[in-house]
């Protein structure tokens, strides 16, 4: 394999310790003003391999393993030199892992943990929770001036990320045709490559002009919901069985494939960031399953799977409600170990919804 696809993958799989850079946690950080700030951003993941007795300890056990992971991963110094932490309240397991690294910093200063802010960004469908949104992007945005003593290029920060979430749509595309011309786990590469923002959009636009050289994959096709992946583990599991994973619901895949922010505004982005999201911890089961459903039938999925993983409860409950909006068979993987899958639902053939 080479060429935009070889090359995104290589960017994907080498997520740390590129340099002096701003890490940020959760779907809701607007970006946009990150790379307006003239700052290297690098969303953090954890790792299924390294274990996470730090983060178990300060957490405890009962959040999601993946912000355990990233707490640990922080502790170990494994993002290497991040001046910032930028997290947003996208979920309980964020919010949480932003205290844990505010008070950790307060009373264990030896430890060098970087500075944490909070973007506290709501979605309830009100006009107060937008003007307490609009607000919470000033400060952010008058914050990253502070701390870098120069003035926001907002209209070239929004352009570009613009032309990469048109990009991406593009290639999002690339799986939805039959046979598939990406896999999922390529999809995530793509979607997920640590660039600035102006490489990804180089490399995205050279994928799609090779994308008749790509190859053909032609497993059962799969639409995995439940909860985020920020590493390649369980599509790699997944589509190790024959299957190839189409599309998915959370903020690594195509939820990261929204519509564009157009005018460069704080206003415009506050809105964006109150209107774009559909993930388990914030939309309702209803909202769930007509996305579900939608994007079942735009990707032309042939197996719908919901995995949740252990104290990542939301998913699951959203699960009745999808079933019974779809018209393929759907498979619920519950209790999962982060970075694991018990594919043994897979393997049989689940009924169709009545």
């Given at each position: ?56 300890r300060f957490l ?32 309980e397991a964020s ?128 639409f995995l919901s ?129």
């Open positions: 394999m080479g060429g935009a696809l070889a090359a995104l993958e290589e960017a994907y799989a080498r997520r740390t310790r590129q340099g002096p850079a701003v890490g940020y946690v959760g779907a809701d950080v607007p970006v946009e003003l990150l790379t307006a700030a003239g700052l290297r951003a690098i969303r953090l993941t954890g790792d299924p391999e390294s274990g996470s007795e730090p983060g178990d405890g056990r009962g959040v999601d393993p993946a912000a355990r992971s990233v707490l640990t991963r922080l502790l170990d110094g494994a993002f290497g030199d991040l001046d910032r932490v930028v997290v947003s309240h996208d979920c919010l949480r892992l932003f205290y844990a690294l505010r008070e950790l910093r307060r009373v264990e200063p030896g430890r060098g943990l970087p500075e944490a802010y909070l973007v506290d960004l709501l979605h309830l469908p009100h006009r107060t929770t937008a003007r307490y949104n609009r607000r919470r992007v000033g400060e952010f945005a008058a914050r990253l001036e502070a701390w870098t003593g120069r003035r926001l290029d907002l209209a070239g920060a929004v352009a570009a990320h613009d032309e990469r979430r048109r990009l991406l749509a593009a290639v999002a595309e690339l799986r939805r045709v039959v046979p598939a011309r990406l896999t999922g786990r390529q999809f995530l590469a793509a979607a997920n490559a640590a660039l600035p923002v102006t490489e990804h959009i180089a490399l995205l636009a050279r994928l799609l002009s090779e994308a008749d050289r790509l190859d053909e994959h032609t497993g059962r096709r799969v439940g909860s985020a992946h920020d590493t390649p583990h369980v599509y790699e599991a997944i589509e190790a069985e024959g299957h190839v994973i189409v599309g998915e619901d959370h903020s690594f895949g195509d939820l990261a494939v929204t519509g564009p922010v157009g005018t460069a505004s704080l206003d415009a982005l506050a809105e964006h960031y109150h209107r774009g999201t559909l993930t388990a911890h914030r939309a309702t089961p209803g909202a769930r399953a007509a996305y579900a459903a939608a994007a079942v039938r735009r990707c032309r999925a042939e197996l719908f799977v919901s995995y949740c993983r252990e104290s990542d409860e939301a998913p699951a409950w959203d699960f009745p409600a999808q079933r019974a909006a779809l018209d393929i068979p759907a498979v619920l993987l519950e209790h999962q170990e982060y970075g694991r899958a018990d594919l043994a639902a897979l393997r049989k053939e689940p009924a169709c919804p009545k």
